[in-house]
């Protein structure tokens, strides 16, 4: 069902200055299609009648409707009589290598499938990189106050008053008065989005999330039976679509990575948060921000955007914080800032999953904190260097290759020039090489021209990654091209 669509001048916009190549209709129809293809445009979205698409371009009619009809034709776009045109996909394309009865190599991602035991395998699939310096002391003076806790029960499901202090703080820090009863610590940022998920979201539900995105947030949703609202990022957010999209599709909640966001590297500016907030207000919904990484920036020192909550005036802001990807990804924390009444909801709705956190791990996190400063810079140094090492590596040997240099964050999004980034993963696994192809981070199948290649590792490993994906691209183009599995009647 169709239940988003732009209009003619939005479109127009999205398109830029009508192409010159000649004919007119086959240069649309490759701008319209590109828009589908990286996520700008979303599936099942109506497109503007001929008229007003012509309208807004300042072309005719007749060249509108050959693109639309050539579109047609390659599978992006259908139409019924009466309703309209709208955005699809073709029919999918299997790979000539994809195995029989399950899913291709390049979907497996995360630690639930780790990597071939082997010394010399690179895997590039997981974005945490090992604990800082400061961890040995830190863990040594979370074990010294431990004997203080061991006498109680262990559990306290909003999680240890001194840690709570010390998050609420952070906070008052970034220019957001918090009190520790806003504060509900989880066992992870993955633990604390599943728990907004089943607390907040009905089966049905609209969700607006971004494309690219966090797989395992889709993943949450997914088995939470919420209808995913999707809207591109690839060139960033544009909010004009995105509060149209929200009051289109009723969203109940919108998630959203706006500090380096994964995997594209972006920062939302200021003049956008605040228009976020007020497409979540205009549409009645929450605006869940994930802010994993926004203590990353590889200047430490560069002037930080507001947090999303700071343009909050109504408790629409819920943000969600994590210490695996400063701190640690062993020690499995996370939280959630909120309104007290909601906080205390979160509590409760938590006990059927985990009666709380672990105490030791809550503790390390706290003294950490406290050491927040030197980790930061620990960690912009240390990831500046990989950054620039993996670019010129890519420049090198993969000249072809399009990406941007994030300004914080852990990864590079790479646009490899052809939708075989499926293909690619399964082919770099046999070289050595894992990286996670650009359709695992979209609902709906589309990205196959991108691949994230996280930063984490050092610079000489990244090089030899490099090189070994290098290879594995010159055999996936040298393949046959993928050919549509024969139907059977």
Known sequence: MVTRYVSGPQLARLLGDVPRERPVYGALARSVRALVLDGRLALRTRLPAERDLASALGVSRTTVTAAYDLLREEGYVESRQGAGTWTALPPVRMSMTEPRGGPPTGGRFGRAYPAPDDPEFIDLGCATPGAPAAFGEAVAAAVAELPRYSTGPGYEPAGLACLREEIAAGYAARGIPTRPDQIVVTTGAQHAFTLLVHTLVEPGDAVLVERPTYPHALGALRRRGARLVTAGVNEGWDLELIAGTMRQAAVRMAYTIPDFQNPTGF????????AL????RGADAFAVTDETFAELAHDPDAPAEPLLASYDTGGRVISVGSASKLFWGGLRIGWIRTTAPLARRLVLAREPFDMASPVLDQLIVAELLRRVAEVREERAAALLASRDALAAALR??????????????MSLWARIGAPVATRLAEAAERHGVRVVPGPVFAADGVLEDYVRLPYVLPPDA?????ERLAAAFREVEAAPAARPLPAYV
């Open 267 to 274: 920062l939302m500016s200021g003049a956008d948060r605040a």
């Open 396 to 409: 090198e040997r993969l000249p072809g290759w399009a990406f941007r240099l994030p300004d914080g964050g």
């Open 462 to 466: 990244l090089r030899t990654a490099v």
């Open 277 to 280: 907030v007020d497409a979540a």
